[in-house]
């Protein structure tokens, strides 16, 4: 091959990779939800860190779930190329090669874990890289393709930074931690299961065996109902015991309320005889947008909630 030739298949990875695709291959959304959960498990931690290591903690906090991201989006390139939804990430549309991605991922993932041991504990750090971990290898390379019950499972990788941001403060770890990853956990399944619903098609053409694929709409549907009816009760289990004041308690149950409305909505949705929506899905949509502002919320308010007292 010549060098021209050579120089026009490197193209498209050398030159079209712009500081916005790299960011992408971090996914920032999910990296801003990550972070409030781990900032908030740190705040209500008791004892105290240095602004400048409580500030590296969020950072590493923030550069591992990007690096989980990056790494899931190496693996699932094949598939994200065939999903409308993810068609235009930055692997499937050529402008970051492969390896490059793998590369800026591991050494991501690695240098998080070390700066999180040199500047808070082992203890967080151990916790950090099993997040890492479990993203990478649990959910992404073994359950994602495998099974229904994949974001069920994997949900715990998103549930663990209140016990990171917990264990970097007071390195161990205690119940108030442990209760907001049970929250975190819960409110996975109904969240994606919503997005799933929508994007069934998507997930259909790719081979990726999502609950709705798999066992239908009108199942879907009963899931997430069931699984808001037993997040409620959990979330309000750091008030009921006393690890949470009053202000936490009624936002708690406020936006509970509100989630099971919205969960109901999905499951009144109107359906065809197969169970697919005749509304094009526009209740799931709205519960997919409320579920990222319930979770956003409840979190400030464990904090608000700390910081009165």
Known sequence: MSDATNLTVAAPFAMGAEWRDWLALLKPRVVTLVVVTGIVGMLVAPGHLNPVLAVTTVLCIAVAAGAAGAINMWYDRDIDAIMVRTSRRPIPTGKIEPGEALAFGVVLAVASV??????????????????????VFVYTMWLKRRTPQNIVIGGAAGAFPPIIGWAAVTGDVTAMPALLFAIVFLWTPPHFWSLALYACKDYGRAGVPMLPVVAGARHTRTQILLYTLVLTPVSLLPWLLGYAG???????????????????????????????????????RAAFRYSLAYLAILFAAVAVDHFLG
């Open 114 to 135: 070390l700066v999180m041991a040199l500047a808070t504990n082992l203890v967080a750090a151990a916790w950090l890289a099993l997040s890492i971990g479990f993203y």
């Open 246 to 284: 009053p202000v936490y308690g009624l936002t708690a149950a406020v936006l509970g309320a509100g989630f099971i409305f919205s969960a109901l909505r999905v499951w009144m949705d109107r359906q065809d005889e197969t169970g697919i929506s005749l509304t094009n899905d526009a209740p799931a």
